[in-house]
Structures are given as C-alpha cells and as structure tokens.
C-alpha cells in the first residue's frame, strides 16, 4: 500500500514562547518541524517581545506546583544547551493587603514589618500589608531565550518562516495515518500533527475555543539602569496586589533596569495594532513606581529607559489552554499566556512535544481543552 508523503512531523502555528519552545523541544527530539507566525522575527504584535520577565514558584493553588517545576527544570535544560544565563535568580515578594494569598516550595507568609524590610529593603508597602516571600522567584532573559530557542530549533533541523500565517487547516486519514493539511498565504503542507500557539487568534483556527479569550493592552515602563536600591538584594522581584490593579516589579538584573507594569483590564483586538504609551501613562506608571520603590528616581522626561505596550490573551480564570482537540487529536492547543505564561516556555513546549509524541499528560487536566469544552 503506497503511504502519504509528509511534508513534516509537526507543524507549529505561532512562534510566540510556547510555539517556539513547542518547535524547539520537538526538533531536540528528531522530528521534522515547521514553524509559522504571521509577523516579522522580533515583532511586538503579541506578548513574548521585550528583554526580562518574572519567574516565581508562588501561585495561588497547588495544582500549579508541578508545572512550574517542570519550568524550572526546562530553563536549566536551556541554559545547559544553549550555554547562556538564562534566570537571574533574585527572590520575590508579592504584597496583599490580606495575609495567604499565595504558596509554593519554599514560600514563606510575611506580616512582620522588620521582616518584610530585610527581605526588601527598596521596597515601600502600604502599613498593615502582607507579603508572600519566594526566594526562588527572579527575572528571566527572554529576549535571548527566545533567541536562542530558535537557534536551536534551526540548528536541529526545524524550518521557522515568519510573516506567513497559518489561515486554516483541515484532518486528513484515520486511525495511525490520521493527520493534517496546513493552508498558509503561500504553501500548502502535510504533517502528522499541528500544535497551535497563536494566542489571540485561536479562535481563527479553532473556533470552538473562541469564546474563552479576551486580549489586553499592558503598559510597562524600564527605568535606566544603576541605581543601587533597584539591585538585588535591596530589591527582588515583586507585586502589589492595588485595588486599581496588580502592579508588578523587576529589580535591575545585568544592567536590565527597574521595570514594572500594571495589570489592568483594557481590552484590545489581536488585529489591532498596539498604541504606543501615552505621555499621561508613562507618568502615572512612574509615580508608582516611585511610590513602591522610592529611592530610584522614576521621572518620565530623564528616567525611563523604555516604555512599552504589548497585548496579554487572557482567559477569566487566568488558566492556560492546553491539550488535544477531542474530535481531532492529532492538533494540540498551546495557548493563551494570561499575564504570566512566559515563564512556562519550556515546560510547556515539553507538554506540546509529548502530547504530538502520543504522551498522556493527565498532570495538565487544570489546564486541559477537554475542561473547557465541557465547561461550555
């Protein structure tokens, strides 16, 4: 019996953190990837541009914990591989006005003042507040993660071309020869399976997940780098968790500079092209940073390095999407960072390569297609 011809193992649509981990972790493991994204290399249409981001053990549930092992675990596997620094690891403190909000290995609940000041000392907290400390939490490189996660994709044989979208694709075959047909702007390709990590534009390639996501415009400011109270151990990684909005922090790492950002809703279409910040926002930013972290002058006219705005997809419950469609299980989703998928690249491009592999992943049900699906 004559076999169809593959053009590819895997195709990934979407070159984001998670579709780019996806490519690289599948490419480590022999198989035959290519990658599409619709914009340049280096665009900021999504949510992965831009030099640092957080990493932290603490998380509102356990269910968490795990997973953010296996991301731990995945970013020394990278560093080991690509033979750079990848996590800068600086501690954290994440700031409530009420005691327990967060957990994780090593976290410790903070209400004594002398205590929240050894641990931050450039940190100003509203009196009366509490603190989880995470002291394996810190700021990541990702810029030249993602960098260097492409690299090795390429240099393992994985085909990444940007500026070519994915716009459909259809299953073919059944039982073992089950795959799909990948239709983009210029080419037409044949692979077993598809891994899906385009974010805000899910829904344009699985429409029966469209209802769950909303995409947001974050604004984050960087401060100019040097400042003695921005460095760690005077300053870690942290949030505060404001009435208005989270508001959350990254210390002065390698010359990085003081960076921090508010999450606050402000809903955005993907096709729409990001508004750069406002004078009226990078000021009002600056004030709370100067308020949190007073002894860094935060002034928007000779102080910040680089304001920036870029889109967050979010889900209501924060949680992220991921698993096989039911009907066709040879597509996995990827998708849906929520503010704080970044520091999950590598595990979950393990959980894509698995689950493209044939490799159950019952540890990911909390975030799984199947519980979405059935919840709607």
């Not at 493991?29 to 290399?41: L, S, T, W, Y």
């Not at 040879?330 to 390569?353: D, I, L, N, R, Y």
Request: proline share 9%.
């Amino acid at each position: 019996m004559t076999r169809t011809v593959l053009d590819a193992d895997v195709v990934v649509a979407g070159l984001g953190v998670h579709g780019t981990a996806a490519a690289y972790e599948l490419a480590a493991r022999g198989r035959r990837v290519i990658g599409f994204d619709r914009f340049g290399e280096g665009h900021r249409r999504g949510s992965s541009h831009g030099r640092t981001r957080m990493i932290r053990r603490a998380y509102p549930n356990p269910v968490w914990n795990p997973l953010v092992e296996r991301a731990y675990v995945g970013w020394r596997r990278w560093e080991r591989r690509t033979g750079e620094t990848l996590l800068h690891r600086t501690g954290g403190l994440y700031a409530h006005p009420e005691p327990g909000q967060l957990q994780g290995p090593g976290c410790e609940t903070v209400s004594d003042p002398d205590r929240l000041r050894e641990l931050a000392p450039g940190l100003s907290l509203p009196d009366g507040w509490h603190a989880v400390s995470d002291p394996d939490a810190g700021v990541l490189e990702a810029g030249a993660a993602l960098h260097a996660a492409r690299a090795a994709a390429r240099t393992d044989g994985a085909e990444l071309s940007f500026d070519e979208p994915v716009l459909s694709w259809m299953p073919v075959g059944s039982g073992p020869d089950a795959g799909v047909v990948v239709h983009t702007g210029r080419r037409s390709v044949r692979a077993r399976r598809l891994v899906v990590a385009t974010a805000g534009w899910v829904p344009d390639l699985v429409p029966e997940l469209g209802g769950l996501f909303s995409t947001w415009r974050i604004l984050t400011v960087t401060l100019r780098p040097g400042h003695p109270a921005a460095v760690p151990p005077s300053l870690p990684a942290f949030s505060v968790h404001r009435p208005q909005g989270l508001m959350f922090g990254l210390p002065d790492v390698a010359g990085s500079g003081y960076k921090a950002g508010t999450d606050t809703e402000r809903i955005w279409g993907p096709e729409r092209p990001v508004d750069p910040a406002a004078a009226d926002e990078v000021a009002a930013l600056c004030t709370l940073m100067s308020r949190h972290v007073p002894e860094v002058p935060a002034h928007p006219s000779t102080d910040v390095a680089e304001a920036r705005a870029c889109l967050y997809t979010m889900t209501t419950d924060r949680r992220f999407v991921i698993g096989r469609l039911p009907a066709t299980p040879q597509v996995v989703v990827t998708a849906a960072c929520s503010g704080h998928g970044f520091k999950f690249g590598p595990a979950v491009g393990e959980a894509a390569a698995d689950l493209c592999d044939g490799i159950d992943r019952p540890d990911l049900d909390f975030v799984g297609v199947t519980r979405r699906l059935t919840a709607a």
